[in-house]
Nanobody, 113 residues
Framework: QVQLVESGGGLVQAGDSLRLSCAASGRTGSVTVMGWSRQAPGKEREFVAAITWNSGSTSYQDSVKGRFTISRDNAKNTVYLQMNSLKPEDTAVYYC??????WGQGTQVTVSS
């Protein structure tokens, strides 16, 4: 089992920045990839970004490329999502995942125009 706890969400204005954190605990040694997904009201959950635990290779949804950066701190078992130039359409609950099998409880991000 892997436990994930997200933090860092909030209410910001368009153009602002936020950094989300996801602290992992439990059997983290078996995790291959950590990811962030989001779900806006009335929409399905969608992929945002992912990073491999060992090599640090990253991938992003096209709409966040150049604005969001995913990173990890292996010593702290923590993954981050730095979000810059936020837009109202980024408003959603953001979820952290481990191997797309374990999920956190989510953190709300609201971007006002």
């Amino acid at each position: 089992q892997v436990q994930l706890v997200e933090s860092g969400g909030g209410l910001v204005q368009a153009g602002d920045s936020l950094r989300l954190s996801c602290a992992a605990s439990g059997r983290t040694g078996s995790v291959t990839v950590m990811g962030w997904s989001r779900q806006a009201p009335g929409k399905e959950r969608e992929f945002v970004a992912a990073i491999t635990w060992n090599s640090g290779s990253t991938s992003y949804q096209d709409s966040v490329k150049g604005r969001f950066t995913i990173s990890r701190d292996n010593a702290k078992n923590t993954v981050y999502l730095q979000m810059n130039s936020l837009k109202p359409e980024d408003t959603a609950v953001y979820y952290c995942s481990a191997d797309y099998a374990y999920w956190g409880q989510g953190t709300q991000v609201t971007v006002s125009s």
